[in-house]
């Protein structure tokens, strides 16, 4: 029965974090992208979306998860008619690792050297060119990097998630830990996730490595 | 070479492309600026790099462009591609003015523009062949074509058996070899060179410079180049401009550059490769003659201008008396001999100045440096 209460909390987690981050990383790269392109002296550069486009990526990274999550209320009813349960968690998270993956996303593409976009232009590349084959792949070990601080980031934003009722290991480490003083169950859930936060830094970090040619 | 020659740089001309009609002889001129500026709105005020740059290159040379750090020299090789948009006067390439291109007609240009970089600028995530095939790949070059092209580059840089390395495992000198051939595989009219031996030894500039002359004898292009070296420009270049505060301040062919710099500019530049003179004479030079018996010590400079070399056995016995020979070297510069002796004259039977004016008769420029013992 434990063994199952644990397995559930687990797929739940992942579901959770696994989901939210995806849909991030397909928006956040975007997002990513064009805050770097359309800043001054960049390609595609365009000073006022740049400014808004910043301005709202900084609102929801100002806000702490928590308050993020009953603010985001209303909008998560509206989204998958129901507040309660892994899905209705998902949309909060996925709005806070939006904006928080194409930050560090950002900052890869922002340190791919101007000279080899400079060379870029000079073999006649249009600016759609310059971004798929320049300022992607030269920042791909750098946003790998980055979508690995945000799973790890995740996975602790949804033990906040399973207190307001999503599941997840985090809910079970609060409900059987906190509330009922069972700290065989809470070490085993500790001991589960530092596990898989291992993994995926472990996983990450390969993988950045192997994409880096530098 | 022919208006009809294969190498032409065909730009696709809209309707009213501007065609200036100049003397017959920059009509023919390759590249051409015509009151060429470009001010920079720095943060005190504008800042000049670039003013009235009137200048016409022709097909088929090496052009080079020297001056300081700072001169401007990067900005203008740059109006050439349009990486540096001009704020007045107009660059003609093969007599279009490519000041009011679109988007469209500069990646055509720029097609048939090859430039390599000080630093390179190979793409770090790509192979050598990747990076080779990347400006094909980006205008929609067919594979097998590609492959081609990119084989027989690889080939004449002499690198088709690193294809597969990646630029962080070259040298200064093989990356240089990649970045030309990336340069090269559209077979440009045009190839502009940015420091592009700045960042390597002595001898890697050597091969990198050899390699850049046989292209340019090879395949008959164009080559612009910016350099804070002498020694390069010497070694490869036809004609050289000298750029101080983004204004031409000398400009000729090399030999006379070399073997007569009028502007103090090109003479700080050429320092380096000169003879000065050695610090134990410096010393022991008296500027007036302590004995009759004490030596003259005259510098005679050979400009080039000449072009017999400079005839020692007669020089001596036009001098009469003991001619030792200090110091001095000539080097041959497109065919033209220039360069400087310093001799020690005694016993002549004439006097300083009748020296002066005899030396004079071989070399183009001669100076009483002083007297030694």
Not at chain 2, 99 to 118: A, K, N, P, S
Not at chain 2, 174 to 188: E, F, M, S, T, Y
Not at chain 2, 257 to 284: C, I, M, W, Y
Request: proline share 5%; charged share 20%.
């Amino acid at each position: 029965m434990w063994f199952e209460r644990l397995l559930q909390g687990f797929i739940d987690t992942f579901l959770m974090v696994g989901v939210s981050s995806l849909i991030a990383l397909l928006a956040g790269i975007p997002l990513a992208v064009i805050l770097v392109t359309s800043a001054k002296g960049g390609i595609f550069e365009a000073p006022a979306l740049n400014r808004a486009l910043g301005a709202f990526v900084n609102l929801f990274r100002s806000i702490p998860f928590l308050i993020l999550m009953v603010a985001l209320i209303p909008f998560t009813r509206l989204i998958v008619g129901t507040t309660y349960g892994v899905w209705a968690a998902v949309v909060p998270l996925t709005i806070a690792a939006t904006p928080f993956f194409a930050r560090i996303a950002e900052v890869s593409l922002r340190e791919v050297d101007h000279g080899l976009i400079e060379a870029a232009q000079a073999m006649g590349c249009r600016r759609w060119h310059i971004i798929w084959h320049v300022l992607l792949p030269e920042a791909l070990p750098g946003i790998v990097g980055g979508f690995t601080i945000t799973l790890v980031t995740m996975i602790n934003s949804s033990a906040m998630a399973g207190a307001i009722g999503a599941g997840g290991l985090g809910d079970i480490a609060y409900r059987y830990g906190y509330q009922r003083f069972d700290s065989q169950i809470m070490l085993t859930v500790i001991v589960l996730l530092v596990i898989l936060v291992a993994a995926i830094q472990l996983g990450g970090d390969r993988l950045a490595r192997g994409l880096n040619k530098r | 070479m022919s208006a009809a020659s294969p190498l032409r740089l065909e730009i696709p001309e809209p309707h009213n492309a501007v065609r200036t009609e100049l003397h017959p002889d920059l009509n023919h001129a390759h590249v051409r600026f015509i009151g060429l500026g470009k001010t920079y709105n720095g943060q005190q005020g504008p800042v000049a790099a670039l003013h009235g740059i009137d200048l016409a290159i022709q097909r088929g040379e090496v052009f080079g462009i020297i001056g300081r750090s700072g001169a401007g020299k990067s900005s203008l090789i740059r109006t050439i591609n349009r990486l540096e948009q001009p704020t007045s006067g107009r660059v003609l390439i093969d007599q279009v003015d490519i000041g009011e291109f679109d988007e469209e007609r500069l990646v055509h240009l720029r097609r048939r523009i090859g430039m390599i970089f000080q630093h390179f600028n190979l793409m770090s995530a790509k192979t050598v062949w990747q990076n080779v095939e990347l400006p094909l790949k980006v205008a929609g070059v067919a594979k097998p074509a590609r492959e081609q092209k990119v084989r027989e580059l690889l080939e004449l840089v002499g690198l088709q058996d690193k294809h597969k390395a990646y630029p962080a495992q070259l040298s200064g000198g093989q990356k240089q070899r990649v970045g030309i051939a990336r340069a090269l595989v559209h077979d440009p009219a045009i190839l502009l060179c940015d420091e592009a031996t700045s960042a390597l030894d002595p001898e890697t500039t050597q091969s990198i410079l050899g390699l850049l002359r046989e292209i340019n004898r090879r395949l008959g292009l164009t080559i612009i180049l910016i350099t804070h070296e002498m020694a390069v420009i010497r070694d490869i270049c036809d004609r050289v401009v000298v750029l101080e505060h983004g204004k031409i301040v000398e400009q000729g062919p090399v030999w006379q550059v070399f073997g007569n710099p009028q502007h103090e500019v090109s003479k700080t530049l050429l320092a380096p490769l000169q003879h000065s003179l050695p610090e134990d004479l410096q010393g022991r030079l008296q500027p007036q003659p302590a004995s009759a018996q004490d030596a003259v010590v005259l510098r005679l400079q050979f400009t080039g201008s000449r072009q017999d070399e400079p005839d020692l056995a007669a020089l001596f016995s036009a001098l009469g008396g003991r001619v030792r020979l200090l110091q001095g070297g000539v080097e041959r510069i497109q065919g033209h001999a220039l360069g400087q002796l310093l001799l020690a004259v005694s016993g002549s039977p004439v006097g300083t100045e009748q020296l002066q004016q005899r030396a004079a008769a071989w070399a183009q420029q001669v100076e009483v440096l002083g007297y030694v013992v």
